[in-house]
């Protein structure tokens, strides 16, 4: 080691031997996107975040205000630094305009859901009505054995509607992904 | 005036300042050969499989900077562009690959020759579009030059339905402020942050054992004469990675030449033990870190990059720079001579280069010679005199690949030419023809594997077509051989299919091509054949070398291993830990 070290006038200290390495929480990140309505676009999102070895938890699409412009809002479970690069990388896809992690950023949030719920007693369609009312649902199609119910709100809110009526028996239901928007003033209370 | 979609797609390429294209013709893309016939005024190479001439557009944009273009068919000859297409993707290659499609009102059916070619690429380049109006087609074409040559450069597929190729329009080719204009969500990042830069100035001052680590993106930007004026200025030894080689000249006495997976010895002590670590236009790939906590475990980091993505994606940075290369060094360099900054530890500074001298004489680049066998390395150094280190290098991917970065020295960007990202064999010949054609003052050697020769070997009677003087220097060892290395140090020797003493006598294959063969077998060879292919300027010339089949390519940092693992060059014997010892 001394030849290595010369004629040692450097002194030898006591100096970390490994390199931090950020590693991130593993949670559900809301994904707001402004894009060019382009052929492809959508395409080139998804296989961005599948390369990661992400799936997309929740999707919606829609035309904004302005021709050829689209709002996009996209729900993945990932870690925080990997989230990081992906946002990164699609800021980077030539159609994508605006991209930004609106998970911590003070932001309203709507999802609607379709939910049809076996109601054939009598009882089974007093609790559901009276689910729907308290929850400011609606219900939307009516047969002799179901309800179908419309529902809008946070996710919290919606889960909680399912839950409550899913030991009638759920035959069907849609969702269609979270829209969301970052808020322009400080945080208000939620409804 | 009205003309056909094909005439646009001539015109628009003109308007680029195409010169020549590389491709195949066939069913889909007739219309654009025939107005390629008719307006004369762009150079075409017809290559022998769709791969060749996407190399060849890559080996000419590598060589030159300039925007490379392949042209294919659809369906198979579109499908034979993906390994290149993936190749220039990896290493930020600005081409603009143009296929042919199946008629508009039949894609979706399953035609004849129809494969989703824009579904297929998605991945792999930067961007990529299907013509559907030929309305569309000039700022299509434009948009697609633009966004390769510009930002993080790289691949672009334009895909172009046979019909679209044949309606009639008087479409105007758009001005470049109008394809600006059309990419609103495209903006490239160049100036790079003043704050940032004072950061970085501050660090670079306070540092003890400060290292430049050089990538792809210093030699794109062609900032060679800013990073000498910088590391001469602040002191700082300089290495590169296999990409970044001609970045900086390796001869300089500042030069720790190659870090990594294949590094020397005195560049990979100088980055584990440096307190300041200063990557420019490199990403810390996992053949340059290795164990990636263990990569420069107590420096702070300056990462000045022109992709903002590619920041703190394997490593934490301590202060980023997003901008392009020379822009941000040359403001740097500008606020270095303002604030006439002096390094803070003068005396650290002086000890630091002497240590790492030390190093370089401890442990030089080296390999036991032999005057009965011919040792690989030993025809590089051949090479390497014989062009007086002027040559342009091409390579394959494998042992010789790793050769040619070590034992030829290069002094200017855009010299090495290789698959750096993909490691594609059979990238070192069609390159090499695209890099001549695109150079074509310069000597070109491609310094291939007979395995990966063998993967684009017909490419050979392209460059006797077109009286492309390319020297191929074959380091035959009868291997697969960076695999049998593998083999043989990490599998106890189980040579599994990697045995290639089958192959063709490469002189008589020359001779077949129309071309020049020559074999040497022993080492008073080597030298008489390279003078003898200098002198051969009007087709290429096939030099077979037979070297030493079991030859190993070290040092060598195992995959995934710290580098205090490095082999040496003796190959037994792994690095004490204890001489990976930190100074402070
Ligand atoms: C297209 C392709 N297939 C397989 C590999 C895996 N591979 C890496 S190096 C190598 C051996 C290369 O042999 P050769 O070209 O003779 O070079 P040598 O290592 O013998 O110098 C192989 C098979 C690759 N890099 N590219
Ligand atoms: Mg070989």
Redesign the pocket.
């Known amino acids: 080691m001394a030849d290595t070290l010369g004629s040692s006038q450097l002194s030898t200290v006591k100096a970390p031997l490994f390199r931090e390495v950020k590693k991130g929480e593993v949670r559900k990140h809301l994904i707001s996107l402004t894009v060019r309505n382009e052929l492809g676009v959508l395409a080139r999102i998804a296989i961005l975040i599948a390369g990661k070895g992400y799936n997309i938890e929740g999707l919606s699409v829609g035309e904004t205000h302005e021709k050829g412009i689209s709002q996009m809002t996209l729900e993945v479970i990932g870690d925080d630094v990997v989230i990081e690069q992906v946002v990164k990388q699609l800021r980077k896809l030539i159609d994508t305009l605006k991209v930004k992690d609106i998970t911590d950023v003070p932001h309203v949030e709507r999802e609607l859901a379709l939910i049809k719920v076996y109601t054939a007693t009598p009882r089974a369609r007093d609790e559901v009505l009276r689910l729907v009312e308290i929850f400011r649902a609606r219900i939307v199609d009516v047969s002799p054995e179901t309800y179908t119910v419309e529902i809008t709100g946070t996710e919290d809110k919606i889960q909680a509607f399912i839950d409550l009526v899913r030991p009638f028996g759920i035959k069907e239901m849609a969702r269609t992904g979270k829209v969301a928007m970052k808020r322009e003033s400080t945080p208000q209370e939620e409804d | 005036m009205p003309r056909k979609g094909a005439d646009i797609v001539i015109e628009a390429l003109k308007e680029e300042g195409v010169e020549i294209v590389f491709g195949i013709p066939g069913g889909a893309i007739m219309e654009v050969y025939d107005a390629l016939y008719r307006d004369g005024g762009i150079k075409h190479i017809l290559a022998r499989h769709e791969q060749g001439a996407g190399h060849m557009a890559e080996g000419y944009a590598k060589a030159t900077g300039k925007v490379g273009v392949a042209i294919a068919t659809s369906g198979p000859g579109a499908t034979n562009l993906v390994?290149a297409i993936a190749d220039a993707y990896m290493d930020s290659v600005p081409v603009v690959f143009i296929t042919g499609q199946v008629p508009t009102h039949l894609i979706g059916n399953d035609a004849f020759q129809e494969v989703d070619i824009i579904g297929i690429t998605r991945p792999i380049t930067k961007h990529n579009f299907l013509v559907k109006r030929i309305e569309d087609l000039p700022l299509i074409i434009r948009q697609a030059f633009y966004i390769a040559k510009t930002g993080r450069p790289g691949p672009v597929l334009i895909d172009i339905p046979k019909d679209i190729t044949q309606k009639l329009s008087d479409v105007k080719i758009p001005s470049l402020e109008e394809v600006k204009e059309s990419l609103p969500g495209y903006k490239p990042h160049l100036e790079g942050n003043l704050q940032q830069i004072k950061k970085a100035i501050r660090l670079m001052v306070e540092a003890k054992r400060p290292v430049l680590y050089l990538g792809g993106g210093a030699v794109q930007a062609e900032a060679q004469k800013e990073l000498i004026e910088l590391a001469e200025l602040m002191k700082i030894p300089v290495t590169t990675t296999n990409m970044g080689k001609g970045s900086f000249p390796e001869d300089h006495p500042l030069a720790l030449h190659m870090l990594g997976m294949h590094g020397t010895y005195y560049a990979n002590m100088a980055v584990y033990n440096c307190d300041l670590l200063i990557a420019v236009g490199a990403r810390f790939d996992d053949r340059v870190t290795g164990k990636i906590e263990e990569f420069a475990p107590q420096a702070k980091i300056i990462h000045i990059d022109i992709d903002p993505a590619s920041i703190s994606k394997n490593i934490v940075v301590d202060v980023p720079i997003v901008g392009d290369v020379k822009i941000v060094l040359r403001r740097l360099l500008e606020e270095l001579r303002r604030e006439a900054v002096k390094i803070l530890y003068p005396e650290e500074r002086q000890k630091w280069i002497e240590q790492i001298e030390k190093w370089k004489k401890r442990y030089p680049l080296t390999y036991s010679r032999s005057d009965k066998v011919i040792k690989?390395q030993y025809v590089i150094e051949q090479i390497y005199q014989a062009t007086k280190g002027e040559a342009i290098i091409t390579t394959?991917?494998?042992?010789?690949?790793m050769?040619a970065a070590m034992f030829y020295k290069y002094s200017f960007p855009r010299q090495f030419i290789n698959s750096g990202g993909l490691?594609?064999?059979?990238f070192g010949l069609p390159a090499g023809i695209g890099a001549k054609i695109g150079r074509p003052k310069r000597e070109v050697f491609v310094i291939?594997?007979?395995?990966?020769?063998m993967?684009t070997m017909q490419e050979i009677i392209t460059a006797v077509q077109y009286k492309v003087p390319v020297k191929v220097a074959i380091?035959n060892?009868s291997?697969?051989?960076?695999?049998?290395?593998w083999q043989e140090l990490f599998y106890d020797r189980r040579y599994a299919e990697?045995d290639?003493s089958v192959q063709p006598d490469f002189v008589k294959l020359a001779e077949a091509c129309g071309a020049v063969g020559f074999r040497a077998e022993k080492p008073s060879d080597v030298r008489e054949i390279i003078e003898e292919a200098l002198r051969i300027q009007d087709k290429p010339v096939i030099m077979d070398f037979h070297v030493d089949k079991e030859e190993n390519v070290f040092p060598m940092v195992p995959a995934g291993k710290s580098y205090r693992e490095m082999i040496l060059h003796d190959g037994k014997k792994p690095i004490e830990a204890e001489t990976m010892y930190l100074v402070g």
């Open positions: 390994t690989p394959g991917v494998g042992q010789h690949q050769w490691g594609t064999m059979g291939d594997g007979d395995g990966s020769f993967m380091i060892n291997y697969l051989g960076m695999v049998r290395q990697v290639l």
